[in-house]
């Protein structure tokens, strides 16, 4: 196994003591692959919803290995790309119904961690959506035009002079405010899932991979190590490593996003920033920029551009030039960091689909088998809120959450490599192009 420690400053922290792995064949109701945020929500509501289950877990490093354990760390409502993106995919009462989702998921996390005094460095902040140019205002505003359309609120505008009030940089011109957003250190989250989960009477392998899924008058779910697991469900809990089952790999692609991390800010640096309510920040870019403050006052930058993976390889942790280029981008957002030490550098997964969009759902007409991904990479809460969605799903349990559009769709399939590397690479491209081109210094008309 790598070393779980080296993929993120998040997975470095804590005494970690792993599992055992699967080491004899098992019988259960149901079998989860993947002990991420979507897993341990998945086994743990099952449990709530149905005591006498016999809930398996299984994950192939260690919990939280995965993104659930390299993300930002943010807990935020945005569905997809962006609300008109998905108004544009799905309409507007299909959009509403996303954004209403993904506001109850960001107070279901917010009302785990208080229940079950979950231990994550929880900050209940806000978020802002800043605006560095003139054509990124009006797309930022153009964004808000939609909110307004569609009825919801606690989204509003947010001038020049008292965004400064907040957090200062010579760059910013405005910004969507939103008070709906949380900042977490989403490894000691996720482990706190694991606490929780195994006091609800789940029994969770590590270091165990699983190989294969055999679907007949019983599930098999064969594993490395050579023990197997015969179940009547199975949940595919997998999200960026789902193209390593055949049941679903043509339904999302993995892309890598990239993360530094600095030395902890000076009270001078914080001063001359001035980042008075330490809200989570994304720039509306389509290869977003997102950045915030840890709970030892460090700043962390992420996004920029992404990783792009080809066939089954994983092994893209590291970009040069994306670090180099984050590093770079934030002495232009904050000149006072220019040349702020970084310690810590990492990548991460994210799921996506063709249609930019979320996705949950039974494998075919098999009712015993369900799966969730393609959370874009904003998912931190949603993959939590989804597991209750899933459970549902699983034992035919009708809710307000089983009723949204994205609830048993199945997303628009990938083509095979590769033609699928082609089509992703084309999609980043014109991404960047499009980002460069918002980013001229152009006059607003």
């Given at each position: 196994?790598i070393?779980?420690?080296?993929?993120?400053?998040?997975?470095?922290?804590?005494?970690?003591?792993?599992?055992?792995?699967?080491?004899?064949s098992?019988?259960?109701?149901?079998?989860?692959?993947?002990?991420?945020?979507?897993?341990?929500?998945?086994?743990?509501?099952?449990?709530?919803?149905?005591?006498?289950?016999?809930?398996?877990?299984?994950?192939?490093?260690?919990?939280?290995?995965?993104?659930?354990?390299?993300?930002?760390?943010?807990?935020?409502?945005?569905?997809?790309?962006?609300?008109?993106?998905?108004?544009?995919l799905?309409?507007?009462?299909?959009?509403?119904e996303?954004?209403?989702?993904m506001?109850?998921?960001?107070?279901?996390?917010?009302?785990?961690?208080?229940?079950?005094?979950m231990?994550?460095?929880?900050?209940?902040?806000?978020?802002?959506?800043?605006?560095?140019?003139?054509?990124?205002?009006?797309?930022?505003?153009?964004?808000?035009?939609?909110?307004?359309?569609?009825?919801?609120?606690?989204?509003?505008?947010?001038?020049?002079?008292?965004?400064?009030?907040?957090?200062?940089?010579?760059?910013?011109?405005?910004?969507?405010?939103?008070?709906?957003?949380?900042?977490?250190?989403?490894?000691?989250?996720?482990?706190?899932?694991?606490?929780?989960?195994?006091?609800?009477?789940?029994?969770?392998?590590?270091?165990?991979?699983?190989?294969?899924?055999?679907?007949?008058?019983?599930?098999n779910?064969?594993?490395?190590?050579g023990?197997?697991?015969?179940?009547?469900?199975?949940?595919?809990?997998?999200?960026?490593?789902?193209?390593?089952?055949p049941e679903?790999?043509?339904?999302?692609?993995?892309?890598?996003?990239?993360?530094?991390?600095?030395?902890?800010?000076?009270?001078?640096?914080?001063?001359?920033?001035?980042w008075?309510n330490?809200?989570?920040?994304?720039?509306?870019r389509?290869?977003?920029?997102?950045?915030r403050?840890?709970?030892?006052?460090?700043?962390?930058?992420?996004?920029?551009?992404?990783?792009?993976?080809?066939g089954?390889?994983?092994?893209?942790?590291?970009?040069?030039?994306?670090?180099?280029?984050l590093?770079?981008?934030?002495?232009?957002?904050?000149?006072?960091?220019?040349?702020?030490?970084?310690?810590?550098?990492?990548?991460?997964?994210?799921?996506?689909?063709?249609?930019?969009?979320?996705?949950?759902?039974?494998?075919?007409?098999?009712?015993?088998?369900?799966?969730?991904?393609?959370?874009?990479g904003?998912g931190?809460?949603m993959?939590?809120?989804?597991?209750?969605?899933?459970a549902?799903?699983?034992?035919?349990?009708?809710?307000?959450?089983?009723?949204?559009?994205?609830?048993?769709?199945k997303?628009?399939?990938?083509?095979?490599?590769?033609?699928?590397?082609g089509?992703?690479?084309?999609?980043?491209?014109?991404?960047?192009?499009?980002?460069?081109?918002?980013?001229?210094?152009?006059?607003?008309?």
């Open positions: 196994m070393d779980f420690r080296k993929k993120s400053y998040w997975l470095e922290g804590g005494d970690y003591t792993a599992n055992p792995p699967l080491n004899s098992q019988s259960c109701d149901v079998c989860i692959i993947g002990g991420g945020f979507t897993g341990l929500s998945t086994a743990f509501h099952l449990k709530q919803l149905d005591p006498g289950l016999k809930v398996i877990l299984l994950e192939t490093d260690v919990i939280g290995y995965g993104a659930s354990g390299r993300n930002g760390g943010f807990a935020m409502t945005l569905f997809g790309l962006t609300l008109s993106i998905t108004s544009a799905f309409g507007k009462e299909k959009a509403t996303a954004h209403h989702y506001e109850q998921a960001v107070d279901f996390v917010d009302k785990m961690v208080n229940k079950y005094n231990e994550c460095d929880y900050e209940n902040s806000g978020f802002l959506r800043v605006a560095t140019t003139d054509g990124f205002v009006k797309r930022i505003r153009h964004e808000i035009d939609k909110v307004n359309e569609l009825g919801l609120e606690n989204i509003s505008w947010l001038d020049k002079a008292p965004l400064a009030e907040q957090v200062r940089s010579p760059l910013y011109l405005g910004a969507w405010w939103e008070p709906r957003c949380a900042i977490i250190n989403p490894a000691k989250l996720v482990r706190e899932w694991k606490r929780i989960t195994e006091d609800a009477g789940v029994i969770i392998h590590e270091a165990t991979s699983v190989e294969s899924v055999e679907r007949a008058s019983t599930i779910v064969k594993t490395n190590n023990p197997e697991v015969t179940c009547e469900k199975v949940v595919f809990a997998t999200n960026a490593w789902s193209h390593y089952f679903i790999k043509s339904r999302q692609i993995p892309v890598f996003t990239y993360i530094v991390l600095t030395e902890p800010l000076t009270e001078k640096e914080f001063d001359e920033i001035g008075q330490r809200q989570g920040i994304e720039d509306p389509n290869l977003v920029h997102y950045y403050l840890t709970a030892d006052n460090r700043l962390l930058m992420g996004g920029s551009d992404v990783g792009l993976v080809f089954k390889n994983m092994d893209h942790d590291l970009h040069n030039r994306i670090f180099h280029d590093e770079r981008d934030i002495g232009e957002i904050f000149p006072t960091l220019k040349n702020k030490p970084i310690t810590h550098r990492w990548g991460g997964p994210i799921s996506v689909t063709l249609d930019m969009a979320p996705a949950m759902g039974f494998i075919g007409k098999d009712k015993r088998a369900v799966y969730s991904l393609g959370c874009i904003h931190v809460s993959t939590q809120y989804n597991g209750w969605t899933l549902e799903m699983l034992l035919e349990r009708k809710s307000e959450r089983t009723d949204v559009f994205f609830a048993g769709r997303p628009i399939p990938w083509p095979p490599e590769p033609l699928k590397f089509i992703i690479n084309s999609i980043r491209g014109y991404m960047r192009m499009e980002d460069a081109w918002f980013e001229r210094k152009m006059t607003l008309s």
